[in-house]
């Protein structure tokens, strides 16, 4: 079927192109019943506005670029979401796409949504190479960063502002937490070397455990991801090796769900042999059968504050200061946490 046009609706209501032009923009310069006739006209007809054509004039197209490393990861789906429904309340839409964590693909998407005209874009959680590779293209569009916005070991400068959850604190909230519960034998489960994010939560982590003279227990997550398979890897090398243990830290709620089944195949009983903590409070966590207490990213407030971030580049692209935000993680307690006994402390 032929696509209808403004001109043929302005034939079909005997007005010209610019009367049906201002009906759709809602200009000044005609009658209310005029509008309504020619908008009531388009609505019988199907007509829909090229959308393409109207930013090449306004140069704007309400429409945001959003790349995520994998939409399958609850954390990073958790993120998209509440960046749509907050960026839809400011009358914007977002394309999404997945990296996969992969320096060329991201670097190709980005080309790839800026070629669709989007007004800004939003990077998830990048890894250093993939930083680097944007770093090139963000002069072509406003960027903000959620996570960190700094490239370790070189001289690229990726100038893009950035909101991230203040990681140390939530390596450090967590552990004091399980040394308040009496804990002393505190494992950290997860640690991916090369990742600033990992590296701030387990140095909060160290420095709460030194800070009260307690020996550290690492275990690393040498995969590219933090996954449920990586944290039962995890979980039955530390379950099978004997070594004292009455709590476990794990590096994320992915990597916890892992431990909670090792646990489980080992016969270690959540929380009385092993009192198990997560990082992300993703959706997973608050099942009945899971109740995972865990830290919380706080992911509202990390998507609203990205998207406020970018709005504010939008309407200022001349601005040369890039921003940073950090927000403060929160504890959240449910059943897989425990005080120890008297004579186990």
């Known amino acids: 079927m032929k696509s209808i046009t403004i001109k043929d609706i302005a034939k079909i209501a005997g007005v010209s192109y610019a009367t049906v032009s201002r009906a759709l923009s809602n200009s000044p310069g005609i009658s209310e019943d005029t509008r309504e006739r020619v908008l009531e006209i388009c609505r019988e007809q199907g007509y829909r506005p090229n959308i393409l054509a109207r930013s090449l004039i306004s140069n704007k197209t309400n429409v945001l670029g959003l790349i995520v490393p994998d939409i399958s990861n609850p954390f990073y789906a958790e993120v998209a ?192 042999d092993v009192s198990l903590l997560g990082f992300d409070n993703i959706s997973y966590a608050g099942l009945s059968r899971i109740n995972l207490t865990t830290i919380d990213q706080r992911k509202p407030r990390l998507a609203a504050g990205a998207i406020d971030l970018l709005t504010d580049a939008i309407a200022h692209p001349d601005r040369e200061e890039d921003v940073r935000r950090i927000i403060r993680p929160a504890l959240v307690e449910r059943s897989t946490c425990k005080p120890l006994a008297a004579e186990q402390s």
Do not use: W
């Open 81 to 272: 979401f509440h960046i749509e429904i907050y960026a839809r309340s400011l009358g914007y839409n977002v394309m999404l796409c997945n990296s996969l964590s992969k320096p060329e693909q991201t670097a190709a998407l980005f080309e790839f949504l800026v070629g669709h005209q989007v007004d800004g874009m939003i990077l998830v959680s990048p890894h250093d190479d993939e930083r680097a590779q944007v770093a090139r293209q963000l002069h072509l569009v406003p960027t903000v960063i959620i996570g960190d916005s700094e490239i370790a070991d070189s001289t690229v400068v990726c100038e893009a502002s950035s909101i991230r959850l203040d990681n140390f604190a939530g390596g450090q909230l967590g552990t004091e937490y399980l040394l308040g519960l009496g804990h002393r034998e505190i494992f950290y489960l997860g640690y991916r070397p090369g990742s600033m994010t990992h590296t701030r939560r387990v140095s909060g982590y160290k420095a709460a455990m030194k800070a009260v003279g307690l020996k550290r227990h690492v275990m690393d997550n040498h995969s590219d991801v933090s996954s449920s398979e990586a944290g039962y890897r995890l979980g039955l090398e530390l379950f099978r090796s004997g070594q004292p243990c009455t709590a476990v830290f794990a590096a994320t709620d992915a990597v916890a769900l892992g431990i909670l089944n090792a646990a489980d195949e080992c016969g270690v009983s959540i929380p009385d």
